[in-house]
């Protein structure tokens, strides 16, 4: 039975390769601090925006959205606050009320 094949060392990458992904997605161009931001619905608002301005997409807006939300919660936001994991899981549900169902309404300022 043959054992498996020892790693080789890897090349040098950044640390932070998950930051790159969500500020250099290919698929969306994300505004700055989206996902610091709030208000869930302003997060949701702001990602489906995204989704559906790209022409580099390779699904619907809203999986792309959802999926740039999923990605940075299960990678990128390792070091966040239980409170902004909370606002993430929310702007997830906003995704979800709303996924093809026209503009989302505006978040009111303060929100």
Known sequence: MMGRKPRSPSTP??????????????ALDLEPGVFTRDDPLTIAQS????????????????R???SMLNFYINR??????KEQLVRLEAAKDEL???????????AEPGD
């Open 13 to 26: 990458q950044s640390p932070r390769w998950s930051q790159r992904v969500t500020s250099d997605s290919d």
């Open 96 to 106: 979800r009320v709303r996924p093809r169902k026209g503009p989302m309404p505006k």
């Open 47 to 62: 990602l489906k925006a995204s989704a559906g301005a790209s022409q580099r997409r390779k699904s619907t807006p809203f």
């Open 76 to 81: 990128a936001c390792r070091l966040r606050t």
């Open 64 to 66: 792309s959205a959802m």
